[in-house]
């Protein structure tokens, strides 16, 4: 059985390793246009902030280690066409410019996601860079060691995440989204002011509700950011305003939806016979809606890379969908959430009731206690759960994996009052924040 993979991030590397563990006899050859791969871009912050000194960390895969497991990995070679129905691919070696084709038995896409990139007015000026990969991180770094005023435009977990670095770094930082919140696609308002709040009390200068519209420069170098409502010095500009999956090659070839994104069933099987795709590439199922839905997280890759390879050859092991389960650490806020916010479920016509808690993490007898705040979402007839989030200084964010499998299992806010959770007073109360939750609910 000739397997061919094309990608070597999350989901490629999960997939190349559980295929040659599974199918010994397997002729696996990976195609990756980079000189490296499995990078954890999530620890792109933090290796730009400092926190991660070596960034080998950052790397849990390499050529060698696959080559052990009987692999051919052809770095820096670019798959520039696939023909599904005649099982080919061409390719060229970035090295060398050759191109040749290959054939295979079975695809497993896993070419993952590229950042967005406006077609605005001064774009292509230096010091406007990108955050996606290993290089990326490293010019960030190296720019950011002259520059005094850094914005970053988009206001997800990335773009967050970057801010932080830079201020801790001694940056002057400007944070710039066309919303008019940031992390609005991940939390109500209630949590994102807390989170504008903190960044606030360090200075950093948060340009919400504005579209950047062009970049000025001078002698090549970005010098401003214009936006429909001001303008803002820059030495460093990072892009941030999201990912859009790479799947060019396979338009009109398999099933995707419209933002190009790859549908796949619970097998990871997509459209054609013998075709599989895993991580940023492809949509999966949303528990909370039923729907296909393009989630770009490195915890969905991981899990479709290992569902690709184990339902290779039959298929064995179904997909159980995705909640969206996501966490940050924005200053001493721990902050999480899955499933639907508020707004979201509104935005799709749901009709839904939420409730709020707040209390005291642990008894007030114990020496410190911290509060917690924990809100749900649920519809109002089913009394179902299909959203929670989560802000409290001491790290109480796992509850967020809980409400993940609850939302998951498809449980009811009364069922959730009255699960079996442990008391201990180091850790928690006799009801715990979730039961807590349950027992509020109207």
Same mark, same amino acid.
């Given at each position: ?9 999350? &989901? ?46 950052? !790397? ?30 061409? =390719? ?7 191109? !040749? *084709? %290959? ?17 605005? *007015?001064?774009? %292509? ?16 770094? *190296? ?24 201020? @801790? ?48 420069? *001078? ?5 401003? =950011? ?7 010095? &820059? %030495?460093?500009?990072? @892009? ?37 795709? &895993? ?40 997909? @159980? ?89 498809? @449980? ?5 009052? !009255?699960?079996?959770? !442990? ?20």
């Amino acid at each position: 059985m000739k397997v061919a993979v094309i990608g070597c991030t999350h &989901a490629g590397t999960a997939a190349i390793i559980n295929t040659a563990k599974l199918y010994p006899d397997a002729e696996i050859t990976v195609y990756e246009r980079n000189d490296n791969i499995s990078f954890l871009s999530c620890g792109i912050a933090l290796y730009v902030g400092g926190v991660v000194k070596d960034p080998k960390g950052l !790397f849990y895969s390499s050529p060698e280690e696959l080559a052990k497991l009987g692999v051919n990995t052809k770095m820096k070679h670019d798959v520039l066409d696939v023909d599904v129905d005649s099982k080919k691919l061409k =390719v060229r070696n970035l090295d060398t410019n050759e191109e !040749f *084709e %290959d054939t295979f038995d079975k695809l497993i896409i896993t070419t993952g996601s590229w950042p967005i990139i406006p077609k605005l *007015e001064g774009i %292509d000026l230096e010091n406007i860079l990108l955050s996606k990969n290993f290089y990326h991180s490293n010019t960030i770094i *190296e720019k950011a060691k002259d520059a005094k005023n850094i914005i970053v435009v988009g206001a997800g977990y990335i773009g967050v995440e970057l801010v932080e670095a830079f201020e @801790m770094n001694g940056k002057n930082v400007t944070l710039i989204d066309a919303e008019d919140r940031i992390l609005s696609k991940y939390l109500d308002k209630e949590f994102t002011d807390v989170a504008e709040k903190a960044f606030k009390d360090h200075s950093v200068k948060l340009a919400l509700g504005e579209l950047v519209t062009k970049f000025e420069g *001078e002698d090549g170098k970005v010098r401003k =950011v214009i936006t429909d409502k001001g303008e803002y010095e &820059a %030495d460093l500009v990072i @892009m941030c305003i999201g990912f859009r999956p790479n799947t060019g090659m396979f338009k009109n070839q398999i099933d995707m939806l419209e933002s190009g994104a790859i549908v796949v069933d619970q097998y990871m099987r997509t459209s054609k016979k013998d075709i599989f795709a &895993a991580g940023d590439s492809c949509a999966v199922i949303y528990n909370p809606t039923g729907e296909h839905r393009y989630i770009p997280l490195a915890t969905n890759a991981v899990r479709m890379g290992t569902l690709a390879a184990r339902n290779l050859v039959e298929p064995t092991t179904k997909h @159980m969908g995705t909640q969206g389960t996501s966490g940050i650490k924005i200053y001493e806020h721990n902050i999480a959430s899955t499933g639907l916010t508020e707004d979201a479920a509104k935005a799709l016509g749901l009709d839904i009731k939420t409730v709020t808690v707040k209390d005291n993490y642990r008894p007030e007898f114990m020496p410190t206690y911290d509060e917690a705040t924990l809100k749900l979402v649920y519809e109002k007839d089913s009394k179902r759960i299909v959203g929670a989030q989560i802000n409290s200084k001491t790290d109480l964010t796992q509850s967020i994996n809980t409400m993940s499998v609850v939302i998951q299992n498809k @449980m009811t806010i009364d069922e959730l009052a !009255f699960v079996d959770f !442990f008391f201990q007073p180091h850790f928690n109360k006799p009801w715990n924040l979730l039961n807590l939750a349950g027992l509020s609910a109207e």
